[in-house]
């Protein structure tokens, strides 16, 4: 057999396996992004609902940091400008009450920047990929805190000819956030 073909069997046996057990995951989350392409740390919030079983899980994550190249009373030169994803993720993460975790995964990664006078506008969407990990500790049955850092990265189509061919973008961060989960 191939050895993707086992790959693949054995995610998707794990996954049918952490299903059947796993608890739904609601984290409202806020914190800083940082580096990269944002010149200082800039506020970033967003959500995320989850499904985790015992070992692995998956999520969907929603997030925005507002004023990502600079508010206009810093520079004067950009006015409406933000970074937004919608990103899916593998989580695999320790059993117990506090649980560490990595995640990986990759989506949609929004990227306006315009001059207030409309001149000059940016308006992309691009796929976007993001790492990182974290620690969530929960305090009774349906409580819990989580943090985690990950860092993201856009990326871009290389091939002008339509051919699927991707290679990194201009924007890139980390983000570090904390946040209130509710486990059901």
């Given at each position: 057999?191939?050895?993707?073909?086992?790959?693949?069997?054995?995610?998707?046996?794990?996954?049918?396996?952490?299903?059947?057990?796993?608890?739904?995951?609601?984290?409202?989350?806020?914190?800083?992004?940082?580096?990269?392409?944002?010149?200082?740390?800039?506020g970033?919030?967003?959500?995320?609902?989850?499904?985790?079983?015992?070992?692995?899980?998956?999520?969907?994550?929603f997030?925005?940091?507002p004023?990502?190249?600079?508010s206009?009373?810093?520079?004067?030169?950009?006015?409406?400008?933000?970074?937004?994803?919608?990103?899916?993720?593998?989580?695999?993460?320790?059993?117990?009450?506090?649980?560490?975790?990595?995640?990986?995964?990759?989506?949609?990664?929004?990227?306006?920047?315009?001059?207030?006078?409309?001149?000059?506008?940016?308006?992309?969407?691009?796929?976007?990929?993001?790492?990182?990990?974290?620690?969530?500790?929960?305090?009774?049955?349906?409580?819990?805190?989580?943090?985690?850092?990950?860092?993201?990265?856009?990326?871009?189509?290389?091939?002008?000819?339509?051919?699927?061919d991707?290679?990194?973008?201009?924007?890139?961060?980390?983000?570090?956030?904390?946040?209130?989960?509710?486990k059901?």
């Open positions: 057999m191939n050895r993707r073909l086992l790959v693949a069997l054995a995610v998707v046996s794990l996954a049918g396996t952490a299903s059947a057990s796993a608890e739904v995951l609601l984290t409202g989350f806020g914190g800083v992004a940082f580096s990269g392409a944002t010149e200082r740390s800039r970033t919030y967003g959500g995320s609902i989850g499904f985790l079983g015992s070992v692995v899980g998956f999520e969907t994550e997030a925005t940091t004023d990502f190249f600079g206009s009373s810093e520079s004067g030169a950009f006015t409406d400008n933000d970074v937004v994803t919608l990103m899916g993720n593998f989580i695999v993460a320790t059993p117990g009450h506090v649980r560490l975790y990595g995640t990986v995964g990759g989506g949609l990664m929004k990227t306006r920047l315009a001059d207030p006078g409309r001149f000059f506008s940016i308006d992309s969407n691009d796929f976007g990929i993001n790492v990182g990990g974290g620690v969530m500790a929960f305090f009774g049955e349906h409580f819990g805190l989580r943090g985690d850092v990950r860092y993201f990265r856009d990326l871009q189509d290389a091939d002008p000819d339509g051919n699927f991707l290679d990194f973008g201009n924007v890139d961060y980390w983000r570090a956030v904390g946040g209130i989960t509710l059901f």
